[in-house]
């Protein structure tokens, strides 16, 4: 098969860190405040603003709290269930490699009590409808490593009694997310802003701020996880005043994809960019006989790590290692042509594609990637043909 013509402009498929915002430069950082401490005013007021850009953009509720936390979407998480998981029941949803984490997390670090597991494979969703409203909820809304995402929060209850931990960190900024249904959030900027990585997002509700005030779990908790004193909530951390040293050369960088998502049009501009580029890739699959998408119904396949699967007879009688194999070949094969950068599946995924097809990634490149694929696809496999018959 010979090459494509075209290449995508923009070869950065990889999901996390993601693509930087089309047009974005280090110029764009020329305001960062560097050499100041992050406790003084102008550096203070910099993260106070990150803050409130995203409840405007994100239609967070004025009556929840916001932070920025250290060690990622993961520091933010797990600072969540070490602090406030314990008081009731907890309802577990797992059904790829970052959901099962925390399942993990909860039942052999934690080692908490009532906790019942609901699990799926690479490619399903498990069964919503079993959550408990007398329990906590611990769900990831995308699965970024399976491609696989929650389709709305319909099957969360208003009326519980519970509360619901969400790790959005690769859906938030391409889905409308249910406030009213979320309790404790989380994300990290490095997903669909195409930020920079290290530092955390933490939403919480107002019945999550309860929880913290009134519930002392009994295990000690890091620094970096506590977040009352005195029975009280640290409300500095939710205006701006970090537990530890943030990067403010993140933080601008931050502050410079969140000014533009308001210039594309908002939450509702990046959620269309993130359709647009997945309808690149369906398009592609639709008419395509040896590829599919990972996730078994298109109702809860993600729309931002997009994960494939290989359908062809053929690859399906490989042993697992000879797949994987097969998959780091093709993926080379891309990256030397400068096509598309760090598209193989988790390592932990069954073997097969991810490509990122949030807000920063411009359609015409999905457009472009997508022959190349094909083309990658067809030379690796006469290679190993070619291969196993001498």
Request: with cysteine; net charge negative.
């Given at each position: 098969m010979q090459q494509p013509a075209n290449k995508p402009a923009n070869p950065n498929f990889s999901s996390g860190p993601c693509s930087k915002r089309p047009?974005?430069?280090?110029?764009?950082?020329?305001?960062?405040?560097l050499g100041r401490s992050h406790r003084a005013g102008p550096a203070k007021a910099k993260l106070k603003e990150t803050i409130e850009l995203h409840r405007?953009?994100?239609?967070?509720?004025?009556?929840?709290?916001?932070?920025?936390?250290?060690?990622?979407?993961?520091?933010?998480f797990e600072m969540a269930l070490w602090s406030m998981l314990g008081a009731?029941?907890?309802?577990?949803?797992?059904?790829?490699?970052?959901?099962?984490?925390?399942?993990?997390?909860i039942t052999g670090q934690l080692k908490l009590e009532g906790v019942n597991t609901y699990n799926a494979a690479y490619g399903a969703l498990p069964d919503l409808s079993q959550a408990d409203p007398a329990n906590d909820c611990v769900f990831v809304w995308n699965g970024t490593?399976?491609?696989?995402?929650?389709?709305?929060?319909?099957?969360?209850?208003?009326?519980?009694e519970g509360l619901t931990f969400c790790d959005a960190t690769s859906g938030v900024f391409a889905y409308d997310m249910p406030w009213d249904k979320l309790d404790v959030t989380t994300w990290s900027w490095q997903k669909v802003l195409g930020g920079e990585a290290a530092h955390g997002m933490i939403v919480l509700s107002p019945r999550a701020v309860e929880r913290l005030e009134s519930?002392?779990?009994?295990?000690?908790?890091?620094?970096?996880?506590?977040?009352?004193?005195?029975?009280?909530?640290?409300?500095?951390?939710?205006?701006?005043?970090?537990?530890?040293?943030?990067?403010?050369?993140?933080?601008?960088?931050?502050?410079?994809?969140?000014k533009w998502v308001k210039s594309i049009g908002g939450l509702q501009g990046s959620i269309d960019r993130a359709k647009a580029n997945y309808a690149?890739?369906?398009?592609?699959?639709e008419k395509t006989d040896w590829a599919a998408f990972l996730a078994e119904d298109e109702s809860y396949t993600s729309i931002t790590s997009v994960c494939l699967k290989i359908?062809?007879?053929?690859?399906?009688?490989?042993?697992?290692?000879?797949?994987?194999?097969?998959?780091?070949?093709?993926?080379?094969?891309?990256?030397?042509?400068?096509?598309?950068?760090?598209i193989a599946g988790y390592r932990d995924a069954p073997a097969g594609l991810r490509i990122w097809c949030g807000a920063t990634v411009e359609a015409s490149d999905v457009a472009a990637l997508m022959?190349?694929?094909?083309?990658?696809?067809?030379?690796?496999?006469?290679?190993?043909?070619?291969?196993?018959?001498a």
């Open positions: 047009g974005w430069s280090l110029e764009a950082l020329s305001d960062a405040m405007e953009i994100l239609g967070i509720p004025a009556d929840y709290k916001i932070g920025i936390v250290p060690a990622s979407d993961t520091g933010a009731r029941g907890v309802d577990v949803f797992a059904w790829e490699s970052f959901s099962s984490g925390w399942l993990k997390d490593t399976s491609g696989v995402c929650v389709p709305n929060g319909d099957w969360i209850s208003s009326a519980r519930y002392k779990p009994d295990r000690p908790l890091p620094k970096i996880f506590r977040m009352t004193k005195g029975d009280k909530l640290i409300g500095g951390i939710f205006e701006g005043a970090t537990i530890n040293t943030p990067s403010m050369l993140a933080v601008e960088d931050c502050l410079d994809a969140l690149e890739i369906k398009s592609w699959v359908t062809d007879e053929w690859f399906g009688g490989m042993s697992a290692d000879d797949q994987l194999a097969f998959i780091k070949t093709m993926t080379k094969a891309l990256d030397a042509e400068g096509v598309a950068y760090d022959p190349w694929v094909e083309w990658a696809y067809e030379t690796t496999k006469a290679q190993a043909q070619e291969s196993a018959a």
